[in-house]
């Protein structure tokens, strides 16, 4: 008997997750685009919004490994509640630097090392919060079901990034930072009570073990997973080189020459083209040639960056922008469906810690790349070279790692 792709949503549980899920991060992707216009705004300069990816990576790559035995060694629902709450700390800390008293008492400079400092502090907290999102899935649902839980995980994630990029924009031009900073809080607070209802999750592993043991456990399952290595591996670089968002806001201001709504719809433009991809997925998922289908959607999103990058026509540039996320979609859906059904349940933390050490955490590294090329380079040359490293990687993988092209599941 063949399951409804949406038959887990019936189970109450999952829902809240999802819906707790889905507000956080609409929270978390407001804050990322504020922060960036607000640099931008109060530097003029493209290097210090790559300066914010490397200020958010440090902490979530050094933490990453120890972060995922931590999140397999606890009761994984008060970890998670923890580093929410941490997190609306760190947005309440930004709300009050962002107000005029605290510029006129303190001036730019002071402000500026004020939001390196706290993302700082948010990269570490996310280096246990993100796997555990990934990690707590499976507990959440039965095995029968992991993989339409995961897609649609996947799905609600990028409604909630399309959601919180597209309203930041609208907001700031609304309310300005201060009161976008007020409605990212509310937001953060209000995911941390739907998830407030989820029941206590038991460990994975005995405290008894061995710190370094046990971290070692993870990145030995990866590493001797080629399935799991390959198309983390592959992801790792595409999102490195391709890292063309993280110049958005110049591009909106200098090029394209539009305000933060404008702003807000090009960051959009990407998640809406994952969302429809994934969606689509998730109703009529890929029967076969998963491999071959990650590797041609990885060289599809360079080509995208590159045309972004040369584009000096608004609507050209949106379209780019949603092609592109069209083929990350594919990525997405292929990556995140290796890790849930190749990772054994004792090992989730510790798995999806390297997954985020090497993907999530090269989302930050890949905008540091972008501001550094773009103050070396320009930013025109810096985004149309990062699409053809995309491009020259896919061919590189295609060349060294036959078994990605033969990967199904």
Same mark, same amino acid.
């Given at each position: 008997?063949?399951?409804?792709?949406?038959?887990?949503?019936?189970?109450?549980?999952?829902?809240?997750?999802?819906?707790?899920?889905?507000?956080?991060?609409?929270?978390?992707?407001?804050?990322?685009?504020?922060?960036?216009?607000?640099?931008?705004?109060?530097? +003029?300069?493209?290097?210090?919004?790559?300066?914010?990816?490397?200020?958010?990576?440090?902490?979530?790559?050094?933490?990453?490994?120890?972060?995922?035995?931590?999140?397999?060694?606890?009761?994984?629902?008060?970890?998670?509640?923890?580093?929410?709450?941490?997190? #609306?700390?760190?947005?309440?800390?930004?709300? +009050?630097?962002?107000?005029?008293?605290?510029?006129?008492?303190?001036?730019?400079?002071?402000?500026?090392?004020?939001?390196?400092?706290?993302?700082?502090?948010?990269?570490?907290?996310?280096?246990?919060?993100?796997?555990?999102?990934?990690?707590?899935?499976?507990?959440?649902?039965?095995?029968?079901?992991?993989?339409?839980?995961?897609?649609?995980?996947? *799905?609600?994630?990028?409604?909630?990034?399309?959601?919180?990029?597209?309203?930041?924009?609208?907001?700031?031009?609304?309310?300005?930072?201060?009161? *976008?900073?007020?409605?990212?809080?509310?937001?953060?607070?209000?995911?941390?009570?739907?998830?407030?209802?989820?029941?206590?999750?038991?460990?994975?592993?005995?405290?008894?073990?061995?710190?370094?043991?046990?971290?070692?456990?993870?990145?030995?399952?990866?590493?001797?997973?080629?399935?799991?290595?390959?198309?983390?591996?592959?992801?790792?670089?595409?999102?490195?080189?391709?890292?063309?968002?993280?110049?958005?806001?110049?591009?909106?201001?200098?090029?394209?020459?539009?305000?933060?709504?404008?702003?807000?719809?090009?960051?959009?433009?990407?998640?809406?083209?994952?969302?429809?991809?994934?969606?689509?997925?998730?109703?009529?998922?890929?029967?076969?040639?998963?491999?071959?289908?990650?590797?041609?959607?990885?060289?599809?999103?360079?080509?995208?960056?590159?045309?972004?990058?040369?584009?000096?026509?608004?609507?050209?540039?949106?379209?780019?922008?949603? #092609?592109?996320?069209?083929?990350?979609?594919?990525?997405?859906?292929?990556?995140?469906?290796?890790?849930?059904?190749?990772?054994?349940?004792?090992?989730?933390?510790?798995?999806?810690?390297?997954?985020?050490?090497?993907?999530?955490?090269?989302?930050?590294?890949?905008?540091?790349?972008?501001?550094?090329?773009?103050?070396?380079? +320009?930013?025109?040359?810096?985004?149309?070279?990062?699409?053809?490293?995309?491009?020259?990687?896919?061919?590189?993988?295609?060349?060294?790692?036959?078994?990605?092209?033969?990967?199904?599941?």
């Amino acid at each position: 008997m063949t399951t409804h792709p949406l038959a887990v949503l019936k189970i109450i549980e999952f829902r809240n997750f999802i819906m707790g899920r889905f507000v956080f991060i609409m929270g978390l992707r407001m804050m990322s685009t504020l922060v960036s216009w607000w640099m931008y705004e109060l530097t +003029g300069d493209a290097f210090y919004i790559g300066l914010i990816g490397l200020a958010e990576a440090l902490p979530a790559i050094g933490l990453a490994l120890y972060a995922g035995y931590v999140i397999d060694k606890s009761e994984k629902r008060r970890l998670l509640l923890i580093t929410i709450f941490l997190y #609306a700390i760190c947005t309440s800390i930004l709300l +009050g630097a962002s107000t005029h008293w605290f510029s006129e008492q303190f001036g730019t400079k002071l402000i500026i090392l004020f939001i390196y400092s706290i993302i700082f502090i948010t990269g570490g907290i996310r280096a246990f919060s993100g796997p555990n999102f990934s990690a707590i899935i499976a507990s959440l649902v039965p095995k029968n079901l992991l993989l339409t839980a995961s897609q649609i995980s996947s *799905t609600t994630w990028l409604i909630a990034s399309i959601t919180g990029h597209a309203m930041a924009g609208f907001l700031i031009a609304w309310l300005h930072v201060t009161g *976008t900073f007020i409605v990212i809080t509310s937001l953060i607070i209000i995911g941390f009570l739907f998830l407030s209802k989820l029941t206590a999750k038991p460990p994975g592993i005995s405290a008894e073990k061995k710190t370094l043991e046990a971290v070692a456990e993870g990145l030995k399952y990866v590493f001797k997973t080629k399935e799991v290595l390959g198309a983390i591996t592959l992801d790792l670089f595409a999102v490195l080189f391709g890292g063309a968002v993280a110049m958005v806001p110049v591009y909106a201001k200098d090029i394209l020459h539009v305000g933060p709504i404008g702003f807000g719809w090009l960051n959009a433009a990407s998640d809406i083209g994952s969302i429809a991809m994934v969606i689509s997925l998730t109703l009529s998922p890929m029967k076969k040639k998963q491999g071959i289908k990650l590797l041609c959607a990885v060289a599809g999103f360079g080509l995208c960056i590159i045309v972004f990058g040369i584009s000096k026509w608004y609507w050209l540039s949106f379209i780019a922008l949603v #092609a592109g996320g069209i083929f990350d979609g594919v990525s997405v859906v292929v990556r995140g469906n290796i890790m849930q059904l190749k990772t054994p349940d004792e090992l989730r933390g510790r798995v999806m810690s390297v997954n985020s050490m090497f993907i999530n955490s090269s989302n930050e590294i890949g905008q540091f790349e972008s501001g550094a090329a773009a103050k070396l380079m +320009g930013v025109i040359p810096s985004v149309v070279f990062g699409g053809c490293m995309t491009i020259f990687v896919v061919v590189a993988t295609w060349i060294k790692a036959p078994s990605l092209k033969k990967l199904e599941y």
